[in-house]
């Protein structure tokens, strides 16, 4: 499944924004990258959508849009589970690192059907009721597109995470962390290379409610691979703003978090900032439907 008009991540996200726009009270995401502790009621569905779009690899042109659609239910009032289905849009020009001589990666421009996922959440302590709240996170993952490059690949994942919420002022105040490791098998299909990768990333943030239905903060990220699951290949730290919505049957969130330093560092890219596996940009726009 593959197209070639690069407006197609912008026309799926008015129609779902119309969709979701037209009724919709939520399990409320605060954040754009950090979650939180709470689950949903026992019973109650939620239509998700993330965009995420990434920018800027220091030389070239390079553009990527992720496009999530994501079902999540309740089961209990402690468990829910999710489903997505994952797009990926690439628009690359002579961003690609060099590796003998030739780019690592080709240009391209292109959108297409990259996986799904699963997950399965279950609310250990209710940031509401108990002094703090805390989650446990799994979520297994295929991926037939390479996030970076959008090489064709055959990737299998496993997710854990744990998640810690802290609520200040009569829930005025809302303050996140998520501890991440990931393992990812990957093997291109395009030249016969097998990898073995842990991810490890931290995300906190800090939320303010600073009028009704409406939420400001921080947050931040942090990001490293491992090759083989022992070398560190890489890292980079992300922080920025993020902005909050709730309305009765439905929310939005809006999260910019430009990268202010990374390692390994390419000076033909930039002296600060480890521009060969992420951005220097990266913006994130999640709308959430109760139904």
Same mark, same amino acid.
């Given at each position: 499944?593959?197209?070639?008009?690069?407006?197609?991540?912008?026309?799926?996200?008015?129609?779902?924004?119309?969709?979701?726009?037209?009724?919709?009270?939520?399990?409320?995401?605060?954040?754009?990258?950090?979650?939180?502790?709470?689950?949903? /009621?026992? @019973?109650?569905?939620?239509?998700?959508?993330?965009?995420?779009? +990434?920018?800027? %690899?220091?030389? $070239?042109?390079?553009?990527?849009?992720?496009?999530?659609?994501?079902?999540?239910?309740?089961?209990?009032?402690?468990?829910?589970?999710?489903?997505?289905?994952?797009?990926?849009?690439?628009?690359?020009?002579?961003?690609?690192?060099?590796?003998?001589?030739?780019?690592?990666?080709?240009?391209?421009?292109?959108?297409?059907?990259?996986?799904?996922?699963?997950?399965?959440?279950?609310?250990?302590?209710?940031?509401?009721?108990? /002094?703090? @709240?805390?989650?446990?996170?799994?979520?297994?993952?295929?991926? +037939?597109?390479? %996030?970076?490059? $959008?090489?064709?690949?055959?990737?299998?994942?496993?997710?854990?995470?744990?998640?810690?919420?802290?609520?200040?002022?009569?829930?005025?105040?809302?303050?996140?962390?998520?501890?991440?490791?990931?393992?990812?098998?990957?093997?291109?299909?395009?030249?016969?290379?097998?990898?073995?990768?842990?991810?490890?990333?931290?995300?906190?943030?800090?939320?303010?409610?600073?009028?009704?239905?409406?939420?400001?903060?921080?947050?931040?990220?942090?990001?490293?691979?491992?090759?083989?699951?022992?070398?560190?290949?890489?890292?980079?730290?992300?922080? $920025?703003?993020?902005?909050?919505?709730?309305?009765?049957?439905?929310?939005?969130?809006?999260?910019?978090?430009?990268?202010?330093?990374?390692?390994?560092?390419?000076?033909?890219?930039?002296?600060?900032?480890?521009?060969?596996?992420?951005?220097?940009?990266?913006?994130?726009?999640?709308?959430?439907?109760?139904?």
């Amino acid at each position: 499944m593959a197209f070639t008009r690069p407006t197609l991540a912008g026309l799926l996200l008015a129609s779902t924004l119309s969709t979701f726009l037209a009724t919709a009270q939520a399990d409320e995401n605060l954040f754009g990258y950090t979650y939180g502790a709470e689950t949903l /009621p026992q @019973g109650a569905s939620e239509a998700y959508m993330w965009l995420t779009h +990434r920018s800027n %690899k220091g030389q $070239g042109s390079y553009t990527a849009d992720d496009l999530k659609f994501e079902v999540e239910h309740g089961f209990t009032d402690r468990a829910q589970g999710s489903v997505y289905l994952n797009f990926e849009h690439h628009n690359i020009a002579g961003s690609a690192p060099i590796e003998n001589g030739e780019p690592e990666y080709p240009d391209r421009n292109s959108t297409r059907f990259s996986g799904v996922q699963a997950s399965f959440k279950y609310n250990l302590l209710s940031p509401f009721k108990d /002094p703090i @709240g805390l989650a446990i996170y799994i979520e297994p993952g295929y991926s +037939r597109v390479h %996030k970076v490059s $959008g090489r064709p690949q055959n990737e299998k994942s496993l997710e854990f995470k744990l998640i810690a919420q802290k609520n200040f002022l009569d829930d005025q105040l809302v303050w996140a962390f998520n501890l991440t490791p990931e393992l990812e098998w990957r093997r291109y299909t395009d030249v016969p290379v097998s990898e073995r990768e842990l991810e490890l990333e931290a995300t906190t943030g800090i939320s303010y409610r600073f009028a009704p239905k409406w939420f400001a903060g921080l947050e931040g990220r942090y990001h490293s691979e491992y090759t083989n699951m022992t070398y560190r290949e890489h890292w980079a730290l992300f922080a $920025g703003p993020t902005l909050h919505y709730g309305d009765e049957k439905w929310w939005a969130t809006l999260t910019w978090l430009p990268q202010i330093k990374g390692w390994p560092t390419d000076p033909a890219r930039s002296s600060t900032l480890h521009l060969d596996e992420h951005e220097r940009n990266e913006i994130r726009l999640k709308i959430g439907y109760n139904f």
